[in-house]
C-alpha cells in the first residue's frame, strides 16, 4: 500500500535560517506530489506542485522553493526564514485526476 | 477564481445526533469534491471523493451528496460520536492539479 512521510513533526527555527522539510511517497511511481501551508485562521494554501522529477510549478511568489531529485521525494527549502513562515505545512500526493489526494502527517514550522 | 465557502464555521451537537454539514463553490465546472477530516495538530484525513460525475457517495455513518449545478455538496454524519469531533473540510478540484479549500466546520460532539 502507499504511504507518504513528512519530517521533522515539529521545528522552531530563527528568523534568517534555512528551512529544509522533506516528504516522501511509498509504494507508487510518478506521483502527482504537492506542497501546501495551513496557516493559523487561515484555509489550506497551495505553494508547490510537482509533476515529476525537477518539475516544479510554483502558485505563491514568495519566499520559499522546492525540488524534487527523486520520483518519490518532494523538498521545500528556504535560504532564509521570516516570521511570516510560520505555519502548518502538509504536503500531498495524487495518483491520478480521480484519485483525489492523500495528505501527510505535516511539520509544524515556528519562526521566532 | 473558485470560491469554497463551509457552513457553519463551528458546529456542537450532543452525541447520537444526526448532522449535516454544508460546502458551496462558486464555479460548477469541477473535475472532483473531496471532504477529509483534521484532527488538531495533524494532517488531514480523506473521507470521501466524489467524482464529477457521481452524485454521491457512502462510507459507514458517512454520505456526501454532490449538486454540481447548484454548486453544493453536503456531508451527512449519522448517529455521531465523541470520536466525530474534529474539523471537516471539503476540497473542490477545479484544475487536475489545484484543489480549493474551505475554511472548514469545526465539529464538537458531546457525550
Known amino acids: 500500500s502507499q504511504t507518504i512521510h513528512q519530517w521533522p513533526a515539529t521545528l522552531v527555527q530563527p528568523v534568517g535560517s534555512p528551512l529544509s522539510l522533506e516528504c516522501t511517497v511509498e509504494?507508487?511511481?510518478?506521483?502527482?506530489l504537492y506542497w501546501y501551508r495551513q496557516a493559523a485562521g487561515r484555509g489550506l494554501q497551495l505553494l508547490f506542485y510537482?509533476?515529476?522529477?525537477?518539475?516544479i510549478s510554483s502558485e505563491v511568489p514568495q519566499n520559499l522553493s522546492a525540488s524534487r531529485p527523486q520520483d518519490r521525494q518532494f523538498i521545500l527549502s528556504s535560504k532564509k526564514l521570516l516570521l511570516s513562515d510560520s505555519g502548518f505545512y502538509l504536503c500531498a500526493w495524487m495518483a491520478g485526476p480521480n484519485y483525489g489526494y492523500t495528505f501527510g502527517s505535516g511539520t509544524r514550522l515556528t519562526v521566532v | 477564481k473558485q470560491e469554497v465557502t463551509q457552513i457553519p464555521a463551528a458546529l456542537s451537537v450532543p452525541e447520537g445526533e444526526n448532522l449535516v454539514l454544508n460546502c458551496s463553490f462558486t464555479d460548477s465546472a469541477i473535475y472532483n469534491l473531496q471532504w477529509f477530516r483534521q484532527d488538531p495538530g495533524k494532517g488531514l484525513t480523506s473521507l470521501l471523493l466524489i467524482q464529477s460525475s457521481q452524485r454521491e457517495q457512502t462510507s459507514g455513518r458517512l454520505n456526501a451528496s454532490l449538486d454540481k449545478s447548484s454548486g453544493r455538496s453536503t456531508l451527512y454524519i449519522a448517529a455521531s460520536q465523541p470520536g466525530d469531533s474534529a474539523t471537516y473540510l471539503c476540497?473542490?478540484?477545479?484544475?487536475?492539479?489545484?484543489?480549493?479549500f474551505g475554511s472548514g466546520t469545526k465539529l464538537n460532539v458531546k457525550p
Open positions: 510537482s509533476v515529476g522529477i525537477g518539475q
Open positions: 476540497a473542490v478540484q477545479r484544475d487536475f492539479n489545484k484543489f480549493y
Open positions: 509504494g507508487t511511481s510518478n506521483p502527482n
